[in-house]
């Protein structure tokens, strides 16, 4: 099992660019969920996605969008950068709390600095 | 006022002792309460999932939930070197599936 994959691990961008991150979740999984986690901080929720539809978000600005493709993998994109969005970028996977349980996998991030 | 309130550390202590690391949080909607482990520069690992209040043992981890304090506790016996690590934990409600709400994380370092 692959687990949950995220691609590119690090990011360069200067201000103003956009960008996109990149991720496949674990094998079976179909939810989604995207987090910012700035430097010493814990992570925050910024939006998550099943049946290719953002079902809730995070305080965030709708610079920050996604999208989900029927594979489940998932896209996160960032417009009009600004020197705060640098932060390590997580993705998790889970199911929709089949079951009850609401485990969520984490993927190892994509570190986007922002200069 | 934050939703998740975590001691950010750093927490050191001397190779087998008994480790104690806690959050409390505001939101009486919260049900599912875990704890993950952080290493330098990686993804979040999960280490303990509890719903409602109680206790949870898993080899030398245990979770502790105290719902009428709003406080939960993670536990770790006989620490070894290797678990020094950020240690977050999260919460979410029922019907807000998978929306976790992150404390700020306590890093914890374990002496030889």
């Known amino acids: 099992d692959a687990g949950v994959t995220q691609s590119p691990t690090h990011l360069i961008k200067t201000r103003g660019q956009q960008v996109t991150l990149r991720c496949s979740p674990k094998?079976?999984?179909?939810?989604v969920s995207w987090y910012q986690q700035a430097l010493g901080q814990g992570p925050q929720f910024i939006f998550q996605y099943y049946e290719e539809e953002e079902r809730q978000r995070g305080n965030f600005p709708d610079r920050f969008s996604g999208h989900q493709f029927p594979n489940y993998s998932s896209e996160l994109n960032v417009n009009a950068l600004l020197l705060g969005d640098s932060a390590l970028y997580l993705c998790?996977?889970?199911?929709?709390?089949?079951?009850?349980?609401?485990?969520?996998?984490f993927g190892q991030g994509t570190r986007l600095t922002v200069v | 006022q934050k939703e998740v309130e975590q001691d950010p550390g750093p927490l050191s202590v001397p190779e087998g002792a008994i480790v104690s690391l806690n959050c409390t949080y505001s939101?009486?909607?919260?049900?599912?309460f875990m704890w993950y482990r952080q290493y330098s520069r990686k993804g979040p690992e999960l280490l303990m999932y509890?719903?409602?209040?109680g206790n949870k043992e898993d080899g030398r981890f245990t979770a502790q939930v105290d719902k009428s304090s709003k406080y939960i506790s993670l536990f770790i016996r006989d620490s070894q070197p290797s678990d020094s690590a950020t240690y977050l934990c999260a919460m979410s409600g029922v019907y807000n599936f998978n929306k976790f709400y992150f404390g700020s994380g306590t890093k914890l370092n374990v002496k030889p």
């Open positions: 939101n009486s909607a919260f049900q599912y």
């Open positions: 998790a996977s889970s199911l929709p709390g089949q079951g009850g349980k609401t485990e969520a996998f």
């Open positions: 509890t719903y409602s209040s």
């Open positions: 094998s079976g999984h179909d939810t």
